[in-house]
């Protein structure tokens, strides 16, 4: 819950209140859609194509991505995603915020390999 100070904060135009009315999954999307705090870069595809995530949610959703931004090797720069493009990763990121995908003809199989691959489980 936001304190009164916060309230006022927000109320008087200093601080934008995109949390209200919005459930986690709302606020998680709208977060990764906009951009909002991203700590974490990838370069995807071969265009390298810029894509960025939240550290908190890769780590909370998956052990390889856990791995790979805190343990001894952790990335420090961009993390380069080469055998996918940027649109089917997007979409496994979506899934990691929200548990909902949008399966295509076009896209199932790049994300049954990138689920594999960082050892993301269905719910």
Not at 1 to 8: E, L
Not at 29 to 46: P, S
Not at 85 to 92: G, I, K, P
């Amino acid at each position: 819950m936001c304190s009164r100070s916060a309230n006022m904060a927000a109320d008087s135009g200093f601080v934008e209140n995109w949390q209200s009315g919005r459930n986690v999954v709302e606020s998680n999307l709208h977060m990764l859609k906009t951009e909002k705090y991203c700590d974490v870069h990838f370069r995807v595809g071969k265009r390298e194509t810029t894509v960025r995530a939240h550290r908190y949610v890769l780590i909370s959703r998956s052990c390889v991505f856990e791995a790979m931004l805190c343990g001894p090797l952790a990335e420090r720069d961009a993390i380069r995603i080469s055998d996918v493009d940027a649109d089917t990763f997007s979409e496994l990121l979506t899934y990691l915020y929200t548990n909902d995908v949008h399966l295509t003809p076009e896209n199932v199989t790049g994300l049954l390999y990138l689920a594999k691959k960082y050892a993301v489980g269905g719910s």
